[in-house]
């Protein structure tokens, strides 16, 4: 009992540096998208709609953000000529977000203006097993998406 209390009181902390390392993230995205004339924002939906069509409330859910915020991004893009919505087959009002040629050159560019900061922060991190801390973090992800699901499945029970 006393182990698993131990381990109770930890995920707390873990929270709370997650929430710390996502904003060093951010702050170090935004600068190197600020390099060629981008945002952090505009680059997460970019990215996340690069590798299939995607409605902008499948983008929102992917990176845990409002569906309008998204919207907002989008329609952005599009006005820049990076991205299109084009004619979503399974919802005829929800279009999917596309990314243009130039939007994928966009993509590719903040990719590369990335990778070195990539490189320096791997060498920084010397021994620690990066491919093992990528499987525990997508555990973890996988965990925080059960119980939300079967809580959301709870509250249409109960409600």
């Known amino acids: 009992m006393h182990r698993e209390k131990r381990r109770f009181d930890l995920v707390p902390l873990i929270v709370a540096d997650i929430y710390e390392l996502a904003g060093g993230f951010r702050r170090v995205g935004e600068g190197i998208a600020r390099t060629i004339g981008q945002t952090q924002a505009r680059w997460q939906v970019l990215s996340a709609a690069s590798d299939m069509p ?5 983008i929102a859910r992917r990176l845990g953000v409002s569906r309008q915020n998204v919207q907002h991004i989008a329609e952005a893009l ?6 299109c919505f084009v004619d979503n087959p399974d919802h005829r009002r929800s279009p999917h977000l596309v990314l243009t040629g130039e939007g994928r ?18 060498r920084s ?20 998406e059960s ?13």
Do not use: F, M, N
């Not at 995607?54 to 499948?58: A, I, L």
């Not at 599009?78 to 991205?83: C, E, M, R």
């Open 105 to 122: 050159s966009t993509l590719a560019t903040l990719t590369r203006a990335a990778r070195k900061h990539h490189e320096a922060l791997a």
């Open 125 to 144: 991190l010397g021994d620690l097993d990066l491919a093992a801390l990528g499987q525990e973090i997508r555990a973890v992800l996988a965990a925080v």
């Open 147 to 159: 119980l939300r699901a079967a809580s959301e499945g709870k509250e249409a029970v109960d409600g």
């Open 54 to 58: 995607k409605t902008v409330p499948q």
């Open 78 to 83: 599009v006005g820049a000529s990076l991205a």
